[in-house]
T-cell receptor
Framework: KNEVEQSPQNLTAQEGEFITINCSYS?????LHWLQQHPGGGIVSLFM???GKKKHGRLIATINIQEKHSSLHITASHPRDSAVYIC??????????FGKGTKLSVIP | EAQVTQNPRYLITVTGKKLTVTCSQN?????MSWYRQDPGLGLRQIYY???????DKGDVPEGYKVSRKEKRNFPLILESPSPNQTSLYFC?????????FGSGTQLSVL
């Protein structure tokens, strides 16, 4: 069974800070997703990665397949970035296993 | 608008009374799936479907049934709900680059 570990569990940052959230997993995967969940509960997909790096606005996601590790970076953080960020890994015919999430609070 | 529609948004029921949570997507996606989210446990996959008439168990399938008779719909069926199935449920479909989630169903089983 794939184990997915996220760190940190909670993160408080000042507006404008550079933020990094980490995700490690235990077995080979076909893809990794980064998701964002706001306090209202809705879940939004940020990135799907199978190798390398992707960038969207102030968000950057990287994955190292050999080390079984991915990072989500937020540059110039803003209070609207406050949310729970969730890593999910896909194996086989797309069975998904999720990390427990990182709760980010960005203070003005 | 591309979306995954889940109904109902809130549901309160009693132990043993069969219920169905509906999920529909308008993006012609082949892959659809169901998850439950519980405090301290995070999201866990219940069932997933790679295509019509193809379904597979996720990590927590006990007490749930699904069917995929047509591409757009993937209902979740609780034949005999129990209080430990009280949870927040999400349906999702997968496109080429991302997952699309429904808005969630908060289920309470009394």
């Amino acid at each position: 069974k794939n184990e997915v570990e996220q760190s940190p569990q909670n993160l408080t940052a000042q507006e404008g800070e550079f933020i990094t959230i980490n995700c490690s997993y235990s077995v080979g995967i076909s893809a990794l997703h980064w998701l964002q969940q706001h306090p209202g509960g809705g879940i939004v997909s940020l990135f799907m990665l199978s190798s390398g790096k992707k960038k969207h606005g102030r968000l950057i996601a990287t994955i190292n397949i050999q080390e079984k590790h991915s990072s989500l970076h937020i540059t110039a953080s803003h209070p609207r970035d406050s949310a729970v960020y969730i890593c999910a890994v896909a194996v086989g015919s797309y069975q998904l296993t999720f990390g427990k999430g990182t709760k980010l609070s960005v203070i003005p | 608008e591309a979306q995954v529609t889940q109904n109902p948004r809130y549901l309160i029921t009693v132990t043993g009374k069969k219920l169905t949570v509906t999920c529909s997507q308008n993006m012609n996606h082949e892959y659809m799936s169901w998850y439950r989210q519980d405090p301290g446990l995070g999201l866990r996959q219940i069932y997933y479907s790679m295509n019509v008439e193809v379904t597979d168990k996720g990590d927590v399938p006990e007490g749930y049934k699904v069917s995929r008779k047509e591409k757009r719909n993937f209902p979740l069926i609780l034949e005999s709900p129990s209080p430990n199935q009280t949870s927040l449920y999400f349906c999702a479909s997968k496109g080429n680059e991302k997952l699309f989630f429904g808005s969630g169903t908060q289920l309470s089983v009394l």
